[in-house]
T-cell receptor, first 112, second 108 residues
Framework: DAGVIQSPRHEVTEMGQEVTLRCKPI?????LFWYRQTMMRGLELLIY????????DSGMPEDRFSAKMPNASFSTLKIQPSEPRDSAVYFC??????????FGEGSRLTVL | AQRVTQPEKLLSVFKGAPVELKCNYS??????LFWYVQYSRQRLQLLLR??SRESIKGFTADLNKGETSFHLKKPFAQEEDSAMYYC??????????FGRGTSLIVHP
């Protein structure tokens, strides 16, 4: 298995533009997490899916952020409109239900 | 609510020196605790979990329920240990809460 796959690896965009980050979890994992990593706040949990259903989205910062998981092998995190303060590394992670998480390589977002 | 505290943002040591990265937690049930490591510009990966009681890359961590701590230790640091280390706690639903991380720098 190639592990958790995220795309794009790097995204540079201008304020106000829509950003879509993508994630392919490890096959067979029933949990999927989106995290945001910044120097100031460390790793913040944005949203958590279990069996494709959003369970906890209390970490989503504002209505500009949305996440979907249409099937077991794909999830998206969308920011519309993007702002400079959204600049961060966004990690997707999946888990087999044992507590251990398997992370993707992250998507580094820069909003100018 | 559960909480994980890593009091040190940065820990700087010389090669061969002992290392201890601190982690304290707050949780009302029986916690499951993990240490994750992130080498420069790489993905986070599991280093060890308390239930396995393993030593990985020379690192060990013991769960101390009395002190609610799960400190990560290594007797002799190596330059390749330089990385970001995150302590994490999983609740009964297996939703992990991460600490803010400690950056370990090992000087030659």
């Amino acid at each position: 298995d190639a592990g958790v796959i995220q795309s794009p690896r790097h995204e540079v965009t201008e304020m106000g533009q829509e950003v879509t980050l993508r994630c392919k979890p490890i096959s067979g994992h029933n949990s999927l997490f989106w995290y945001r990593q910044t120097m100031m706040r460390g790793l913040e949990l944005l949203i958590y899916f279990n069996n494709n259903v959003p369970i906890d989205d209390s970490g989503m910062p504002e209505d500009r952020f949305s996440a979907k998981m249409p099937n077991a092998s794909f999830s998206t995190l969308k920011i519309q409109p993007s702002e400079p303060r959204d600049s961060a590394v966004y990690f997707c992670a999946s888990g087999p239900g044992t507590g251990e998480l398997f992370f993707g390589e992250g998507s580094r977002l820069t909003v100018l | 609510a559960q909480r994980v505290t890593q009091p040190e943002k940065l820990l700087s040591v010389f090669k061969g020196a002992p290392v201890e990265l601190k982690c304290n937690y707050s949780y009302s049930g029986s916690p499951e605790l993990f240490w994750y490591v992130q080498y420069s510009r790489q993905r986070l990966q599991l280093l060890l979990r308390h239930i396995s009681r393993e030593s990985i890359k020379g690192f060990t961590a013991d769960l101390n329920k009395g002190e609610t701590s799960f400190h990560l230790k290594k007797p002799f640091a190596q330059e390749e240990d330089s990385a970001m280390y995150y302590c994490a706690l999983s609740d009964r639903s297996y939703i992990p809460t991460f600490g803010r991380g400690t950056s370990l720098i090992v000087h030659p």
